[in-house]
């Protein structure tokens, strides 16, 4: 079938191509019965923007970007991210505007963003785990390119991440259970929102008397269960573990289960998902709503490249409390 174009239109409404441009974009210049006549039309035939032309003509790429550096192998193993990327999805293609995703090895993003920039692919981008002296964000001021740091709110030396909250429904929770010693698991520690949680795990254990040790692992099960195992090994002093997201609380269960402990031994998880549902036991684990933060992030980004930048609404995290909630 022949593609309906404005031209189209124009020619079986006996109209002009401007006022068949004025009515689709909805800009004035044509009475409201007019409209509505070409948009029926439009809707009729099927009739669909020629995306490409109409960025050009507003030179705008109606892209953005976002670089992982990680296989889409590791990405698909993280349902957290999973569901980020489907609500980031979601989020531009309510505005008309795509979405660029790419996995590139880990240092070649900066080649990627100034290749971008050069051949105006994208009107900005999504930053991911911002790492401790991340070039990334000097390299995009300079190119003029504006960015969002996912979940992060600019502050006047860097990027926050605002994770009280969520800190404090974790020890709390433990707390209120009668733990008083705690090992936490994190991320890797290069990673800024890991060290921003370490500080607030920590000073969250510092105000309810819980003595915390603190060890990294690299976000798989695999790298959990061996930490948690060796840390089982060394004494028997440890109460609750708390695993930086889901698959690492999947591991830490395995290795509790090895040393026969997974029911005398509290997890929790900063990450929820199905596999915390289903796990045996099930996991304890903050629900932090993965697929509407990427809609949010979308919303950030585009109100940015708009010209207004939006504050990032509060976290609104909650804790679901499951069989690993076991107490002290």
Do not use: K
């Not at 404005?6 to 006996?14: D, S």
């Not at 290795?255 to 199905?274: F, I, K, N, P, Q």
């Amino acid at each position: 079938m022949p593609r309906v174009t404005i031209e189209v239109l124009a020619e079986r409404l006996g109209l002009s191509t401007a006022s068949v441009s004025y009515a689709l974009n909805g800009l004035p210049g044509v009475s409201a019965t007019t409209r509505t006549r070409v948009l029926e039309l439009a809707d009729e035939l099927g009739w669909r923007p020629n995306v490409g032309a109409r960025a050009l003509s507003r030179a705008r790429a109606d892209a953005v970007g976002l670089l992982l550096p990680r296989g889409a192998e590791d990405v698909g193993a993280e349902p957290y991210y999973m569901a980020l990327l489907a609500g980031i999805e979601s989020g531009l293609a309510e505005a008309g505007t795509a979405l660029m995703l790419r996995f590139v090895p880990d240092g070649a993003d900066l080649a990627v963003y100034r290749e971008w920039h050069a051949e105006h692919r994208v009107d900005g981008v999504f930053l991911t785990d911002l790492r401790i002296g991340d070039p990334r964000p000097a390299l995009l001021d300079r190119l003029g390119l504006p960015y969002l740091v996912h979940s992060g709110h600019r502050i006047a030396d860097g990027w926050r991440f605002g994770q009280e909250l969520e800190t404090s429904l974790l020890i709390d929770h433990l707390a209120g259970l009668g733990h008083r010693t705690l090992l936490h698991v994190a991320g890797p520690q290069t990673l800024v929102h890991e060290q921003e949680r370490i500080q607030e795990v920590r000073r969250a254990c510092v105000a309810a008397g819980i003595a915390l040790t603190t060890v990294e692992a690299d976000y798989t099960h695999e790298g959990a269960a061996e930490v948690v195992r060796a840390a089982v090994q060394r004494g028997p002093d440890v109460s609750a573990v708390l695993c930086g997201n889901d698959p690492m609380a999947i591991g830490c269960v395995r290795a509790l289960r090895e040393a026969g402990r997974e029911h005398r031994v509290a997890v929790v998880s900063w990450d929820d998902s199905v596999l915390c549902e289903t796990s045996f036991p099930s996991i304890t684990a903050l629900q932090r709503q993965p697929y509407e933060t990427g809609r949010e992030s979308a919303r950030l980004l585009l109100s940015g490249l708009s010209g207004s930048w939006r504050e990032p609404e509060p976290s609104s995290a909650r804790l679901v409390i499951r069989e690993t909630s076991v107490p002290a």
